[in-house]
């Protein structure tokens, strides 16, 4: 099994950013990729970015790129979103997820554990 504990969510004005951590614990000795998915209310949960086991590969929905970056740590078993320039659109909450893969997926049903979420709250 693999824990997720984020943390970094919070209430932002327009324009400005903010910074996620997801730290994995338990048996994290195998390649995992991780992913970062949004639910709003009322939506499905939605996907964000993945990042592979090496850093490689990074993936991004259409919405978040080029505001959003997705990095690890792997000697910290830490995963990282920063988010700039953030609209209102991007309330939700957000959850990191794993897969027991090294590969990055963009489909949420391909992850195996998941963070509790935390609420990201963006002010006009």
């Known amino acids: 099994q693999v824990q997720l504990v984020e943390s970094g969510g919070g209430l932002v004005q327009a324009g400005g950013s903010l910074r996620f951590s997801c730290v994995a614990s338990g048996r994290t000795g195998s390649p995992y990729a991780m992913g970062w998915f949004r639910q709003a209310p009322g939506r499905e949960r939605d996907f964000v970015g993945a990042?592979?086991?090496?850093?490689?590969?990074?993936y991004y929905a259409d919405s978040v790129k080029g505001r959003f970056t997705i990095s690890r740590d792997n000697a910290k078993n830490t995963a990282y979103l920063q988010m700039d320039s953030l609209e209102p659109e991007d309330t939700a909450v957000y959850y990191c997820a794993a897969r027991r893969v090294a590969i990055a997926s963009t489909r949420a049903p391909d992850y195996n554990y998941w963070g509790q979420g935390t609420q990201v709250t963006v002010s006009a």
């Open positions: 990042i592979g086991w090496s850093s490689f590969s990074t």
